[in-house]
């Protein structure tokens, strides 16, 4: 079975000067089975200790085309030679927003940022600032990034439906977010329109946005019903609240219009990270030609490093293939192999299943149907599911270590990946 000897030993290393030997949080496995990664090609990464993967976690998305994409990474090197950053624009940017907008129908114009999180937090700023509201609503089991305002959940702990009428409370995900940041901060769950209406007709002068991700990449891709979001969104207009997709994992992924294309809907304003540069660091917010203006007409924004020429050029080249290439087409071909595959190992073993999201990023669960709202995918139980994640680790397959993300697929997720990947899956199974 696979040997983590170097992985191990650098975790010791690491953890002295590293809080829990990792970057970010969601690193860490556990001191025995953390893994520090050597390199990345394709759909496959290396470990230290040389154990090769299939890996379907991506980055949490971005490596759309596969890792080290030379194409993509071509275009950085040029983008490199531009120089950096110049606290002034390139002309490059013109050509990823006008991209952007092609693709995207919502999209008027566009703007950048660095990170999902930022481009969220930019967003909801705009929010504020177009219609002078301040409070704000978020669907329950949402992931929008790691800023206050948007670090919420409910908590189910000691929630019993059977004995209240009562929604779960709100409790912050974690130590550091502020009490007072609850006030201005509602969330209701997924697909009931009527709550959603209800919260509107009480608040919905106080209202500044409404911030939805239509397919809960955080979730394992638990997904709203289209209708509910096309709901959503004329509640939004009888309201003057302003839609706020975020499609940092949806978009230039599940459609080259994101979720929006697919479910049929408009964003006022809309949020991209990951898949539009192939791992590069580059967010972009997007909207309506009439809300984006309020950008340098009262509203904040800025940053040093927003349109970096490497991140932008890697951008530019990643979106040209999305745009031009059967690209979208062929990773979700891949994405329902593998699901096809997988259904035929559990079905020869009477094992229920179903799948959620989209093939590009499709969510695995025990059970008849997937779960469609948080509650219900918050009080599944996901025992199966974990433990065999764990065992398709030692068999050469990353997925999330628990039943939390969806399954991501890249264009370098070829037959010999899936091969691997089913056999791997058979012998986890
Ligand atoms: N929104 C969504 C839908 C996300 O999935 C994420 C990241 N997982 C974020 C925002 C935050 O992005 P980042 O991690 O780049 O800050």
Redesign the pocket.
């Known amino acids: 079975s696979r040997k983590l000897t170097k992985s191990n030993a650098h975790f010791k290393k690491a953890l002295t000067r590293l809080p829990l030997g990792v970057a970010s949080n969601f690193r860490y496995w556990g001191d025995d089975r953390t893994i520090y990664v050597k390199k990345g090609r394709g759909g496959r990464i290396w470990d230290l200790d040389d154990n090769a993967y299939v890996d379907y976690r991506l980055g949490?998305?971005p490596a759309i085309l596969g890792y080290a994409d030379p194409r993509v990474d071509e275009a950085a090197r040029q983008g490199m030679e531009v120089g950096g950053v110049f606290a002034l624009s390139t002309e490059r940017e013109y050509e990823v927003a006008d991209r952007i907008a092609k693709m995207v129908s919502s999209v008027d114009l566009v703007r950048f940022s660095n990170?999902?999180?930022?481009?969220?937090m930019a967003a909801l700023r705009l929010a504020r600032g177009y219609t002078g509201r301040d409070s704000y609503v978020i669907l329950e089991g949402?992931?929008?990034?790691?800023f206050d305002a948007v670090l919420w959940a409910t908590s189910l702990d000691r929630w019993d439906p059977e004995t209240t009428d009562e929604d779960p409370p709100l409790v912050p995900y974690s130590q550091g977010v502020p009490e007072l940041v609850r006030r201005l901060l509602q969330i209701t769950p997924m697909n009931d329109a009527n709550r959603l209406e209800d919260l509107f007709r009480k608040n919905g002068d106080r209202i500044a946005a409404l911030l939805i991700?239509p397919i809960q990449?955080?979730c394992c891709g638990i997904t709203a019903d289209p209708e509910y979001v096309r709901a959503a969104r004329q509640l939004c207009d009888k309201y003057g609240v302003v839609l706020i997709i975020?499609?940092?994992?949806?978009g230039f992924r599940v459609a080259k219009g994101g979720v929006q294309e697919l479910m049929g809907v408009e964003a006022d304003i809309c949020?991209f990270?990951?898949a539009m540069a192939n791992g590069y660091q580059i967010?972009a917010i997007g909207g309506r030609e009439d809300i984006m203006r309020k950008y340098g007409n009262g509203v904040a924004h800025g940053g040093t490093y927003t349109a970096h020429s490497v991140a932008i050029a890697a951008a530019a080249k990643t979106l040209e293939i999305l745009d031009e290439t059967p690209a979208l087409e062929t990773i979700a071909a891949y994405g329902e192999r593998l699901q096809a595959g997988m259904g035929r190992i559990l079905n020869d073993r009477g094992i229920v299943h179903s799948f959620a999201g989209h093939p590009s990023m499709g969510g695995l669960f025990f059970a008849e149907e997937p779960p469609t709202n948080y509650r219900d995918w918050k009080t599944s139980d996901y025992t199966f599911y974990d433990t065999m994640a764990a065992h398709l680790h030692d068999e050469g397959v990353i997925c999330e270590p628990d039943s939390r993300e969806p399954w991501f697929i890249c264009e370098a997720h070829d037959q010999s990946c899936l091969n691997d990947t089913l056999a791997a899956f058979e012998a986890a199974v």
Do not use: M, R
């Not at 949402?142 to 790691?146: C, I, P, S, V």
């Not at 975020?246 to 949806?250: A, G, R, S, Y």
């Open positions: 949490y998305g990170s999902g999180t930022e481009a969220v949402g992931y929008h990034g790691l991700e990449g955080n975020d499609e940092v994992k949806t949020t990270a990951k967010a």
